[in-house]
């Protein structure tokens, strides 16, 4: 059962463009989102959440869009860096009933200088 | 910045053999995780420890896994019997537990069983 996706698994932008990951959720008892970059052999390093009591949080180059209806959230990174290139796994939890943390299959963003 | 730390880096072991997978998390942290990655795939969920108990596991964590704070600092991982199969990067993480937070991941331990 996978309770959040990610459903492309690679992508490709041009340094200085916005790079768009996707993550799509099913657990209506979700209410806070994540996004964790992750380079090899590393752990994930935190980069960016919401709750879901906003519908947008900016920090830096990177923002995140969260449409509860939809059950889809966005990261946003402007302008991309070749030094952005990483998984980015987005990840889910409840505030409720529930300690652990889900996490998708992740996108391979690579920014092509 | 506190950092999670861990123990070894690599592991490589024997089928059958057990290994134990040691963390320290960051100091003021109280809640402890374990997650695994098998190469290529998502980052899984085995098993998350708060007041010196599993509060939640998924079914990987079988009979065969188990946790322990032993003292005031570390977090372990034992896999009694390991199987080709538990072959994955294993990462610790922690987090704070005054609300909704981040977690805090490790650098991971990749464990290899031949």
């Known amino acids: 059962d996978q309770q959040v996706k990610q459903n492309s698994p690679s992508l490709s932008v041009q340094e200085g463009r916005i790079s768009i990951l996707n993550c799509d959720y099913t657990?209506?008892?979700?209410?806070?989102f994540l996004w964790y970059k992750k380079y090899p052999a590393e752990g994930p390093t935190f980069l960016i959440s919401?709750?879901?009591?906003?519908d947008k949080n900016e920090d830096g180059r990177f923002t995140v869009f969260l449409n509860k209806s939809a059950k889809h959230l966005s990261l946003h990174i402007v302008p991309s860096q070749p030094g952005d290139s990483a998984v980015y796994f987005c990840a889910a939890t409840g505030t409720s009933g529930t300690y652990k943390y889900i996490f998708g299959t992740g996108t391979r963003l690579k920014v092509l200088a | 910045e506190p950092e999670v730390t861990q123990t070894p880096s690599h592991q490589v072991t024997q089928m059958g053999q057990e290994v134990i997978l040691r963390c320290v998390p960051i100091s003021n942290h109280l809640y402890f995780y374990w997650y695994r990655q098998i190469l290529g795939q998502k980052v899984e969920f085995l098993v998350s420890?708060?007041?010196?108990?599993?509060?939640?596991k998924s079914e990987i964590f079988d009979d065969q896994f188990s946790v322990e704070r032993p003292d005031g600092s570390n977090f372990t991982l034992k896999i009694r019997s390991t199987k080709l199969e538990d072959s994955a990067m294993y990462f610790c993480?922690?987090?704070?537990?005054?609300?909704?937070?981040?977690?805090?991941f490790g650098s991971g331990t990749q464990l290899s069983v031949l």
């Open positions: 919401i709750s879901s009591i906003k």
């Open positions: 420890f708060y007041n010196n108990e599993i509060s939640e």
């Open positions: 657990n209506s008892m979700f209410d806070y």
């Open positions: 993480a922690s987090k704070d537990g005054t609300g909704i937070e981040k977690l805090f």
